[in-house]
């Protein structure tokens, strides 16, 4: 079935570093969703992309979607504790059901 | 803000037993979800619900699974013989719209925690 491939699987980066993550899909997306978990909690929606390159930004957070539509970026500038948890890319599958596919996450620490 | 609420948080029930999560999504939400989390991993799609009928299903969601809209406002998951394997967090979501031209971000619960014993 339809996958998305994350990269790094876990990073580790001293407080003030950014932080980015990938998402590769070998299909062509309608979109693109990522939604943040905290340890212990819930994902939580952050952002979606529809259009080819497009770039969205949230205070330090920066989102990407690619030009073929087949990858997507988020990057975190000067991270701080409080961004630590797992993020994870989730496209519209290609039925028309709004399921999402979730990549398998990075998993953020971020050492004070 | 609005909220997905789900109980009970955590479950522990003996292989072989039915279990009933439950979940109340948003009021003005039209779509709803079941995905479930293996300790650690990834979370995985079980089940998309509109218009009071499952619009998809994922391999995992078998004859032993079932879900319910009984009176308007609640969005049921039954397993109906659990098993060892099905002790997972459970997060029901819900989402205004669905399909992949519009796309709706998902709320999702705080999630129900299976264990089966």
């Known amino acids: 079935g339809q996958q998305v491939m994350q990269i790094p699987q876990y990073q580790h980066v001293q407080e003030g570093e950014d932080f980015t993550t990938y998402c590769n899909s070998s299909t062509t997306l309608s979109n693109i969703q990522w939604y943040k978990q905290r340890p212990g909690g819930h994902p939580v929606f952050l952002i979606q992309l529809v259009k080819s390159g497009e770039v969205k930004k949230q205070k330090r957070l920066t989102f990407q979607f690619g030009e073929a539509k087949k990858n997507s970026s988020l990057h975190i500038t000067a991270t701080q504790t409080t961004d630590v948890g797992t993020y994870f890319c989730a496209p519209h599958g290609s039925s028309n059901t709004g399921k999402l596919i979730f990549g398998q996450g990075t998993t953020l620490q971020v050492k004070p | 803000e609005p909220e997905v609420t789900q109980t009970p948080s955590h479950q522990v029930t003996q292989m072989g037993q039915e279990v009933i999560l439950r979940c109340v999504p948003i009021s003005n939400h039209l779509y709803f979800y079941w995905y479930r989390q293996i300790l650690g991993q990834k979370v995985e799609f079980l089940v998309s619900f509109y218009n009071n009928e499952i619009s998809e299903k994922s391999e995992i969601f078998d004859d032993q699974f079932s879900v319910e809209r009984p009176d308007g406002s609640n969005f049921t998951l039954k397993i109906r013989s659990t098993k060892l394997e099905d002790s997972a967090m459970y997060f029901c979501?819900?989402?205004?719209?669905?399909?992949?031209?519009?796309?709706?971000?998902?709320?999702f619960g705080s999630g129900t925690r299976l264990t089966v014993v």
């Open positions: 979501a819900s989402s205004e719209g669905g399909g992949q031209g519009i796309g709706y971000g998902y709320t």
